[in-house]
Protein backbone atom coordinates (compact mmCIF):
# COMPACT_ATOMS: atom_id res chain seq x y z
CA UNK A 1 0.00 0.00 0.00
CA UNK A 2 1.35 3.27 -0.64
CA UNK A 3 2.04 6.11 1.58
CA UNK A 4 -0.74 8.49 0.01
CA UNK A 5 -3.31 5.43 0.21
CA UNK A 6 -2.06 4.55 3.42
CA UNK A 7 -2.99 8.70 4.74
CA UNK A 8 -6.50 8.15 2.83
CA UNK A 9 -7.11 5.06 5.29
CA UNK A 10 -5.90 6.76 7.85
CA UNK A 11 -8.28 9.80 7.83
CA UNK A 12 -11.69 7.51 6.91
CA UNK A 13 -10.86 5.16 10.02
CA UNK A 14 -13.80 5.57 12.78
CA UNK A 15 -13.56 8.33 15.47
CA UNK A 16 -11.65 6.83 18.19
CA UNK A 17 -8.09 9.11 17.89
CA UNK A 18 -5.68 7.38 19.43
CA UNK A 19 -3.30 8.59 22.37
CA UNK A 20 -1.01 10.24 19.92
CA UNK A 21 -4.10 12.10 18.50
CA UNK A 22 -5.00 13.01 21.96
CA UNK A 23 -2.02 14.57 23.15
CA UNK A 24 -1.67 16.61 20.00
CA UNK A 25 -4.75 18.06 20.36
CA UNK A 26 -3.99 19.04 23.74
CA UNK A 27 -0.41 20.02 23.04
CA UNK A 28 -1.87 22.58 19.78
CA UNK A 29 -4.41 24.15 22.52
CA UNK A 30 -1.86 24.57 25.54
CA UNK A 31 0.06 26.49 22.18
CA UNK A 32 -2.66 28.63 21.48
CA UNK A 33 -3.84 28.98 24.81
CA UNK A 34 0.23 31.05 25.55
CA UNK A 35 -0.01 34.41 26.27
CA UNK A 36 1.31 36.97 23.95
CA UNK A 37 4.88 37.38 25.39
CA UNK A 38 5.36 33.46 24.62
CA UNK A 39 3.82 33.36 21.15
CA UNK A 40 3.27 35.98 18.54
CA UNK A 41 0.08 36.82 16.67
CA UNK A 42 0.91 34.90 13.51
CA UNK A 43 2.38 31.81 15.35
CA UNK A 44 -1.22 31.86 16.73
CA UNK A 45 -2.65 32.05 14.24
CA UNK A 46 -0.83 29.11 12.03
CA UNK A 47 -1.04 26.99 14.82
CA UNK A 48 -4.80 27.47 15.22
CA UNK A 49 -5.16 26.87 10.90
CA UNK A 50 -3.54 23.54 12.20
CA UNK A 51 -5.89 22.80 15.17
CA UNK A 52 -9.16 23.43 13.20
CA UNK A 53 -7.91 20.57 10.53
CA UNK A 54 -7.66 18.21 13.68
CA UNK A 55 -10.60 19.45 15.27
CA UNK A 56 -13.10 18.76 12.02
CA UNK A 57 -11.71 15.07 12.22
CA UNK A 58 -12.15 14.63 15.79
CA UNK A 59 -14.78 13.33 18.31
CA UNK A 60 -17.44 15.45 19.75
CA UNK A 61 -15.51 14.28 23.30
CA UNK A 62 -12.32 16.19 21.85
CA UNK A 63 -13.90 19.31 20.12
CA UNK A 64 -15.88 20.07 24.34
CA UNK A 65 -12.50 19.63 25.76
CA UNK A 66 -10.57 21.52 23.27
CA UNK A 67 -13.52 24.17 23.72
CA UNK A 68 -13.04 24.14 27.32
CA UNK A 69 -9.52 24.39 27.34
CA UNK A 70 -10.11 27.74 25.51
CA UNK A 71 -13.02 29.32 26.62
CA UNK A 72 -10.80 31.73 29.47
CA UNK A 73 -8.58 32.75 27.19
CA UNK A 74 -8.57 36.56 26.16
CA UNK A 75 -7.65 35.78 22.98
CA UNK A 76 -8.25 33.07 20.19
CA UNK A 77 -7.67 32.10 16.62
CA UNK A 78 -10.36 33.28 14.06
CA UNK A 79 -10.31 30.21 12.42
CA UNK A 80 -11.08 27.90 16.09
CA UNK A 81 -13.54 30.63 17.16
CA UNK A 82 -15.75 29.86 13.66
CA UNK A 83 -15.35 26.45 13.76
CA UNK A 84 -16.71 26.13 17.67
CA UNK A 85 -19.21 28.39 17.30
CA UNK A 86 -21.08 26.54 14.60
CA UNK A 87 -20.14 23.07 16.38
CA UNK A 88 -23.01 21.00 18.49
CA UNK A 89 -24.70 23.87 20.90
CA UNK A 90 -23.40 21.93 24.41
CA UNK A 91 -19.68 22.30 22.59
CA UNK A 92 -20.30 26.16 21.26
CA UNK A 93 -21.83 27.07 24.35
CA UNK A 94 -18.89 27.09 26.31
CA UNK A 95 -17.18 29.74 24.16
CA UNK A 96 -20.45 31.45 23.84
CA UNK A 97 -21.18 31.35 27.98
CA UNK A 98 -17.28 31.96 28.58
CA UNK A 99 -14.79 33.36 26.17
CA UNK A 100 -14.32 36.74 26.23
CA UNK A 101 -12.25 37.08 23.48
CA UNK A 102 -15.28 36.81 21.32
CA UNK A 103 -16.49 39.87 19.72
CA UNK A 104 -19.48 41.20 17.92
CA UNK A 105 -18.96 40.41 14.72
CA UNK A 106 -18.43 36.40 16.41
CA UNK A 107 -21.75 36.68 17.72
CA UNK A 108 -23.57 38.37 15.20
CA UNK A 109 -21.98 35.51 12.56
CA UNK A 110 -23.00 32.96 14.98
CA UNK A 111 -26.55 34.19 14.99
CA UNK A 112 -26.54 34.09 11.89
CA UNK A 113 -25.29 31.01 10.83
CA UNK A 114 -25.77 28.44 13.36
CA UNK A 115 -29.28 27.31 14.79
CA UNK A 116 -32.01 28.45 17.53
CA UNK A 117 -30.24 26.89 20.66
CA UNK A 118 -27.21 28.44 19.42
CA UNK A 119 -29.25 32.50 19.15
CA UNK A 120 -30.73 31.22 22.46
CA UNK A 121 -27.68 30.94 24.52
CA UNK A 122 -25.84 33.98 22.74
CA UNK A 123 -29.45 35.54 23.94
CA UNK A 124 -28.78 35.18 27.66
CA UNK A 125 -24.78 35.80 27.18
CA UNK A 126 -23.84 38.64 29.42
CA UNK A 127 -22.96 42.28 28.04
CA UNK A 128 -24.35 41.62 24.62
CA UNK A 129 -24.04 45.07 22.78
CA UNK A 130 -26.81 46.65 20.09
CA UNK A 131 -25.51 45.17 17.00
CA UNK A 132 -25.84 41.81 18.33
CA UNK A 133 -29.08 41.88 19.81
CA UNK A 134 -30.60 43.53 16.63
CA UNK A 135 -29.16 40.22 15.02
CA UNK A 136 -31.01 37.94 17.73
CA UNK A 137 -34.33 40.01 17.21
CA UNK A 138 -34.05 39.78 13.28
CA UNK A 139 -34.67 36.11 13.68
CA UNK A 140 -38.49 36.44 14.98
CA UNK A 141 -37.72 33.49 17.27
CA UNK A 142 -40.13 33.90 19.74
CA UNK A 143 -37.58 31.98 22.38
CA UNK A 144 -34.57 33.83 21.60
CA UNK A 145 -35.90 37.33 21.53
CA UNK A 146 -37.79 36.53 24.88
CA UNK A 147 -34.61 35.60 26.35
CA UNK A 148 -33.03 38.75 24.99
CA UNK A 149 -35.85 40.86 26.58
CA UNK A 150 -34.87 39.25 30.09
CA UNK A 151 -31.47 40.03 29.49
CA UNK A 152 -30.81 42.86 32.10
CA UNK A 153 -27.31 43.34 30.63
CA UNK A 154 -28.00 43.58 27.16
CA UNK A 155 -28.42 46.47 25.04
CA UNK A 156 -31.37 46.84 22.67
CA UNK A 157 -31.52 49.12 19.56
CA UNK A 158 -34.43 51.41 18.58
CA UNK A 159 -34.51 48.50 15.68
CA UNK A 160 -34.41 45.64 17.70
CA UNK A 161 -37.25 46.93 20.36
CA UNK A 162 -39.30 48.18 17.20
CA UNK A 163 -38.93 44.58 15.99
CA UNK A 164 -40.19 43.01 19.22
CA UNK A 165 -42.80 45.52 19.71
CA UNK A 166 -44.35 44.53 16.44
CA UNK A 167 -44.02 40.72 17.36
CA UNK A 168 -45.56 41.21 20.29
CA UNK A 169 -48.98 41.37 18.89
CA UNK A 170 -48.73 37.67 17.50
CA UNK A 171 -46.72 36.56 20.90
CA UNK A 172 -48.35 38.29 23.99
CA UNK A 173 -45.76 36.68 26.39
CA UNK A 174 -43.44 39.32 25.04
CA UNK A 175 -45.07 42.09 26.58
CA UNK A 176 -43.72 41.69 29.97
CA UNK A 177 -40.53 41.67 29.60
CA UNK A 178 -40.36 44.30 26.68
CA UNK A 179 -42.41 46.84 29.63
CA UNK A 180 -39.57 46.37 31.30
CA UNK A 181 -36.40 46.98 28.93
CA UNK A 182 -34.79 50.62 29.85
CA UNK A 183 -34.68 51.17 25.54
CA UNK A 184 -38.51 51.11 25.21
CA UNK A 185 -40.09 54.79 24.88
CA UNK A 186 -43.92 55.66 25.04
CA UNK A 187 -44.39 55.63 21.10
CA UNK A 188 -43.69 51.46 21.61
CA UNK A 189 -45.55 51.52 24.52
CA UNK A 190 -48.48 53.30 23.36
CA UNK A 191 -48.53 50.70 20.36
CA UNK A 192 -48.46 47.97 22.41
CA UNK A 193 -51.31 49.25 24.61
CA UNK A 194 -54.04 48.23 22.42
CA UNK A 195 -52.72 44.36 22.54
CA UNK A 196 -51.42 44.28 25.86
CA UNK A 197 -53.49 42.51 28.90
CA UNK A 198 -54.76 44.24 31.97
CA UNK A 199 -51.94 44.32 34.24
CA UNK A 200 -49.84 45.67 31.51
CA UNK A 201 -51.99 48.54 30.23
CA UNK A 202 -51.51 49.85 33.96
CA UNK A 203 -47.63 49.76 33.69
CA UNK A 204 -47.89 51.26 30.35
CA UNK A 205 -49.93 54.32 31.85
CA UNK A 206 -47.79 54.93 35.35
CA UNK A 207 -44.35 54.66 33.25
CA UNK A 208 -45.02 56.01 29.53
CA UNK A 209 -48.38 58.32 30.42
CA UNK A 210 -45.66 61.76 30.25
CA UNK A 211 -46.45 65.20 30.65
CA UNK A 212 -46.14 67.75 27.92
CA UNK A 213 -45.78 70.92 30.12
CA UNK A 214 -42.06 71.61 28.87
CA UNK A 215 -42.86 71.54 25.59
CA UNK A 216 -46.26 73.93 26.75
CA UNK A 217 -43.96 76.15 28.37
CA UNK A 218 -41.10 76.80 25.55
CA UNK A 219 -43.89 76.76 22.40
CA UNK A 220 -46.36 79.10 24.51
CA UNK A 221 -45.14 82.35 21.81
CA UNK A 222 -45.67 79.86 18.68
CA UNK A 223 -49.65 79.55 19.29
CA UNK A 224 -49.72 83.47 18.67
CA UNK A 225 -47.08 83.09 15.83
CA UNK A 226 -49.43 80.50 13.96
CA UNK A 227 -52.20 82.22 14.67
CA UNK A 228 -50.96 85.74 12.76
CA UNK A 229 -49.96 83.30 10.05
CA UNK A 230 -53.62 81.77 9.70
CA UNK A 231 -52.57 78.52 11.11
CA UNK A 232 -51.20 77.77 6.80
CA UNK A 233 -48.92 75.39 8.15
CA UNK A 234 -49.63 71.86 8.32
CA UNK A 235 -46.76 71.07 10.09
CA UNK A 236 -46.99 73.55 12.53
CA UNK A 237 -50.78 73.22 12.74
CA UNK A 238 -50.25 69.28 13.46
CA UNK A 239 -47.64 69.85 16.44
CA UNK A 240 -49.18 72.68 18.16
CA UNK A 241 -52.43 70.42 18.26
CA UNK A 242 -50.13 67.62 19.70
CA UNK A 243 -48.96 70.27 22.58
CA UNK A 244 -52.01 72.68 23.27
CA UNK A 245 -53.83 72.41 26.95
CA UNK A 246 -56.85 72.45 25.38
CA UNK A 247 -58.59 68.46 24.23
CA UNK A 248 -61.82 69.22 23.41
CA UNK A 249 -62.99 70.97 19.99
CA UNK A 250 -64.35 74.19 19.94
CA UNK A 251 -65.31 74.02 16.46
CA UNK A 252 -67.30 70.75 16.36
CA UNK A 253 -69.36 72.44 19.17
CA UNK A 254 -70.19 74.82 16.88
CA UNK A 255 -71.56 71.85 14.13
CA UNK A 256 -73.08 69.84 16.32
CA UNK A 257 -76.26 69.04 16.82
CA UNK A 258 -75.75 68.83 20.93
CA UNK A 259 -74.90 71.26 23.38
CA UNK A 260 -71.51 69.97 24.65
CA UNK A 261 -69.52 66.48 25.11
CA UNK A 262 -71.50 65.33 28.25
CA UNK A 263 -75.01 65.94 26.33
CA UNK A 264 -73.76 63.97 23.76
CA UNK A 265 -73.10 61.09 26.21
CA UNK A 266 -76.03 61.49 28.11
CA UNK A 267 -78.33 60.66 25.13
CA UNK A 268 -76.00 57.85 24.02
CA UNK A 269 -76.54 56.20 27.68
CA UNK A 270 -80.22 56.58 27.49
CA UNK A 271 -80.68 55.49 23.84
CA UNK A 272 -77.73 53.79 23.01
CA UNK A 273 -74.56 54.40 20.87
CA UNK A 274 -75.08 54.84 17.03
CA UNK A 275 -72.36 55.44 14.55
CA UNK A 276 -74.11 58.83 14.65
CA UNK A 277 -73.57 59.67 17.54
CA UNK A 278 -69.65 57.97 18.25
CA UNK A 279 -68.77 59.64 15.58
CA UNK A 280 -69.90 63.17 17.39
CA UNK A 281 -68.40 62.17 20.59
CA UNK A 282 -65.28 61.81 18.60
CA UNK A 283 -65.57 65.18 17.33
CA UNK A 284 -66.50 66.98 20.14
CA UNK A 285 -63.41 65.21 21.97
CA UNK A 286 -61.03 66.62 19.14
CA UNK A 287 -60.75 63.56 17.80
CA UNK A 288 -60.88 61.79 14.40
CA UNK A 289 -63.94 59.30 14.01
CA UNK A 290 -61.13 56.27 12.96
CA UNK A 291 -59.34 57.41 16.74
CA UNK A 292 -62.80 57.09 18.61
CA UNK A 293 -63.94 53.93 17.08
CA UNK A 294 -60.57 52.34 18.02
CA UNK A 295 -61.62 53.76 21.31
CA UNK A 296 -64.77 53.01 21.91
CA UNK A 297 -64.64 49.40 20.48
CA UNK A 298 -61.42 48.30 22.83
CA UNK A 299 -62.86 45.25 24.77
CA UNK A 300 -60.70 45.86 27.86
CA UNK A 301 -62.48 49.43 28.26
CA UNK A 302 -59.33 51.20 29.53
CA UNK A 303 -59.39 53.72 26.58
CA UNK A 304 -62.72 55.35 27.97
CA UNK A 305 -61.03 56.39 31.22
CA UNK A 306 -58.64 57.70 29.18
CA UNK A 307 -60.97 59.58 26.78
CA UNK A 308 -63.28 61.11 30.03
CA UNK A 309 -59.96 61.94 32.06
CA UNK A 310 -58.35 63.50 29.13
CA UNK A 311 -61.42 65.67 28.22
CA UNK A 312 -62.20 66.52 31.89
CA UNK A 313 -65.03 64.15 31.56
CA UNK A 314 -66.72 63.20 35.42
CA UNK A 315 -67.34 60.36 36.66
CA UNK A 316 -70.96 60.41 36.03
CA UNK A 317 -70.02 60.80 32.19
CA UNK A 318 -67.48 57.93 32.36
CA UNK A 319 -70.54 56.30 33.75
CA UNK A 320 -72.84 57.20 30.81
CA UNK A 321 -70.34 56.42 28.31
CA UNK A 322 -70.17 53.06 29.97
CA UNK A 323 -73.65 52.19 29.98
CA UNK A 324 -74.09 53.87 26.47
CA UNK A 325 -72.02 50.71 25.37
CA UNK A 326 -74.46 48.63 27.06
CA UNK A 327 -71.50 46.68 29.02
CA UNK A 328 -71.87 45.37 32.41
CA UNK A 329 -71.50 47.14 35.65
CA UNK A 330 -71.97 44.20 37.99
CA UNK A 331 -72.08 40.27 38.12
CA UNK A 332 -74.58 38.33 38.68
CA UNK A 333 -74.07 37.86 42.53
CA UNK A 334 -73.86 41.38 42.41
CA UNK A 335 -70.51 42.46 42.97
CA UNK A 336 -68.50 44.80 40.87
CA UNK A 337 -68.36 43.84 37.38
CA UNK A 338 -63.98 43.47 37.10
CA UNK A 339 -64.15 45.71 34.01
CA UNK A 340 -65.97 47.94 35.44
CA UNK A 341 -63.76 48.33 38.38
CA UNK A 342 -60.95 48.42 36.24
CA UNK A 343 -61.99 51.55 34.31
CA UNK A 344 -62.78 53.58 37.26
CA UNK A 345 -59.46 52.38 38.88
CA UNK A 346 -57.59 53.55 35.19
CA UNK A 347 -59.99 57.00 35.65
CA UNK A 348 -58.74 57.74 39.09
CA UNK A 349 -54.77 57.09 38.57
CA UNK A 350 -54.53 59.64 35.68
CA UNK A 351 -53.87 63.42 35.40
CA UNK A 352 -55.66 65.49 32.78
CA UNK A 353 -52.40 66.29 31.45
CA UNK A 354 -50.94 62.78 31.06
CA UNK A 355 -54.37 61.29 29.76
CA UNK A 356 -54.35 64.04 26.75
CA UNK A 357 -50.80 62.43 25.99
CA UNK A 358 -51.75 59.30 25.80
CA UNK A 359 -54.80 60.15 24.16
CA UNK A 360 -53.27 62.74 21.27
CA UNK A 361 -50.11 60.24 20.67
CA UNK A 362 -53.18 57.72 19.49
CA UNK A 363 -55.19 60.35 17.55
CA UNK A 364 -51.95 61.75 15.62
CA UNK A 365 -51.06 57.75 15.01
CA UNK A 366 -54.00 56.50 14.08
CA UNK A 367 -55.98 59.63 12.43
CA UNK A 368 -53.14 62.63 11.60
CA UNK A 369 -50.12 60.34 9.94
CA UNK A 370 -52.52 58.24 7.74
CA UNK A 371 -51.44 59.41 3.91
CA UNK A 372 -53.04 57.40 1.13
CA UNK A 373 -49.84 55.80 0.55
CA UNK A 374 -49.97 54.78 4.26
CA UNK A 375 -53.67 53.22 4.07
CA UNK A 376 -52.35 52.10 0.82
CA UNK A 377 -49.88 49.96 2.54
CA UNK A 378 -51.87 49.27 6.07
CA UNK A 379 -54.59 47.47 3.71
CA UNK A 380 -51.48 45.33 1.37
CA UNK A 381 -49.54 44.60 4.60
CA UNK A 382 -46.20 46.21 2.82
CA UNK A 383 -44.18 47.22 5.91
CA UNK A 384 -41.41 48.77 3.43
CA UNK A 385 -43.39 51.05 2.29
CA UNK A 386 -43.38 52.72 5.90
CA UNK A 387 -41.55 55.74 6.56
CA UNK A 388 -39.03 54.21 8.64
CA UNK A 389 -37.98 57.50 10.52
CA UNK A 390 -41.39 58.40 11.15
CA UNK A 391 -43.13 56.96 14.95
CA UNK A 392 -46.70 57.72 13.84
CA UNK A 393 -46.78 55.44 10.44
CA UNK A 394 -44.74 52.83 11.80
CA UNK A 395 -47.19 52.84 15.26
CA UNK A 396 -50.79 53.25 12.36
CA UNK A 397 -48.96 49.86 10.51
CA UNK A 398 -49.11 47.96 13.71
CA UNK A 399 -52.16 48.84 15.41
CA UNK A 400 -54.38 49.01 12.43
CA UNK A 401 -52.75 46.47 10.00
CA UNK A 402 -54.90 43.58 11.59
CA UNK A 403 -58.11 45.40 11.71
CA UNK A 404 -58.08 46.66 7.38
CA UNK A 405 -57.22 42.47 6.96
CA UNK A 406 -60.59 41.63 8.89
Same mark, same amino acid.
Request: glycine share 4%; with cysteine.
Given at each position: ????????????L? /???????????????? *?????????????R????D?????? #? %?A??????????????L????????R???????????????H??? @?? =??? %???????????? &????????????? *??????????????????R??T? &??????????????????P???????R?????????????????DE??T???????SR???????? =????????E /??????? +????????????SR??? $?????????????V?? #? $???????????????? @????????L?G??????????????????? =?????????? #??????????????? +??????????? /??????? &?????? %???? %?????????R??D????D?????? #????? *????????
Amino acid at each position: MSEASAMIVDDALP /DTPAKARQALLKRLAD *VVSLPGSRINAFERSVTGDLLVEML #R %LASPQERRRVANRLAPLAELPNSVTRLLLRDEPEIAGLLIEHCAA @LT =DAD %LVACARDAGTEH &RRLIAVRRGLSEI *VTEALTASEELEVIEAVLRNATA &RLSQVGIEEAVGLSRQHPPLCAPLLKRPELRPSGAYVMFWWCGPDERRTILQRFAVSREVMQEVSE =DVFALAARE /DWADPVV +RKALQFIERRQRSRAAI $DKSPFDSLEQAIAVAA #R $DGLTRETASEIAFLAG @LKPLTGAKLLGDPGGEPLAILCKATGLSRG =DLLNLWRSMR #RPETTPDGAIHPDWE +RVQITYEMLAV /DRAQTVL &RYWNWT %LSSA %LTPMLLRAIRDGDEEAVDEYSAPA #RAAMM *VLSEDFRR
